[in-house]
């Protein structure tokens, strides 16, 4: 099946820096990714939607200004997470639909973000 | 809006058990469905769907029908093993560019 990488898998960092994360689909050009958040022991809740070459649609009570998506290229898109804070540490998870249209999303292994 | 109601785990079975997960959807229209298995410390990973009623979705021993009058895709498999112990997660999707709508996940756990 198509892949979906996404880097860095773990990242800590201390409060106020901003960290990104990529998500990037190695065989197949994803016109729209999606990011996830996934708390422990929970759901995943939708973040917001990304388009190639548009804004990114978020998902209402996700800060915009916080989160930061970029999808410059049908391969590639960022998540930056701007002024960490504790309480932003989680699981972030990227899925981009794939060319079948089949509604199968396919998922990045990840990112485990931890905010000292 | 379209929802996804799971059955609350955690569920823990022997191994070799009989395991069901129960899943029924609320959707406008004619959904695809899918399982999604989540191991520990891992992303998640499609384990089986169907598209359309009727439809039985099967990977690893795994199955589940897509039943349309009972709005339901529950999760099944014969014999389960320790290795299957993951999170699994029900969801749907109306059409193939639209977000996945995911249920609260069931944890399985299986003890030797």
């Known amino acids: 099946g198509a892949v979906v990488s996404q880097h860095p898998s773990w990242v800590i960092c201390k409060s106020g820096t901003s960290v990104k994360i990529e998500c990037r689909s190695l065989?197949?050009?994803?016109?729209?990714m999606f990011w996830y958040r996934q708390f422990p022991k929970q759901s995943l809740m939708l973040m917001a939607t990304?388009?190639?070459?548009?804004?990114?649609?978020?998902e209402q009570g996700v800060e915009k200004d916080k989160f930061l998506i970029n999808h410059a290229s049908l391969t590639l898109s960022t998540l930056t997470v701007t002024s960490a804070h504790p309480e932003d540490s989680s699981f972030y998870i990227c899925?981009?639909?794939?060319?079948?249209?089949?509604?199968?999303?396919?998922f990045g292994e990840g990112s485990r973000l931890t905010v000292l | 809006g379209d929802s996804v109601t799971q059955m609350e785990g955690p569920v823990t079975l022997s191994e070799e058990a009989f395991l069901t997960i129960n899943c029924t959807y609320t959707?406008?229209?004619?959904?695809?469905l899918f399982w999604y298995v989540q191991y520990p410390g891992e992303g998640l990973q499609l384990l089986l769907k169907?598209?359309?009623?009727?439809d039985k979705g099967s990977n690893k021993g795994f199955e589940a029908t897509y039943r349309k009058e009972t709005t339901s895709f529950h999760l099944e498999k014969g014999s389960v093993q320790v290795s299957d112990s993951a999170v699994y997660f029900c969801?749907?999707?109306?059409?193939?560019?639209?977000?996945?709508?995911f249920g609260k996940g069931t944890r399985l756990s299986v003890i030797a």
């Open positions: 899925s981009a639909a794939g060319s079948a249209n089949t509604g199968e999303l396919f």
């Open positions: 065989d197949f050009q994803a016109t729209t």
């Open positions: 990304s388009n190639e070459g548009s804004k990114a649609t978020y």
């Open positions: 959707a406008t229209g004619y959904p695809s």
């Open positions: 169907a598209t359309k009623a009727d």
């Open positions: 969801a749907l999707t109306d059409s193939g560019n639209t977000p996945l709508v």
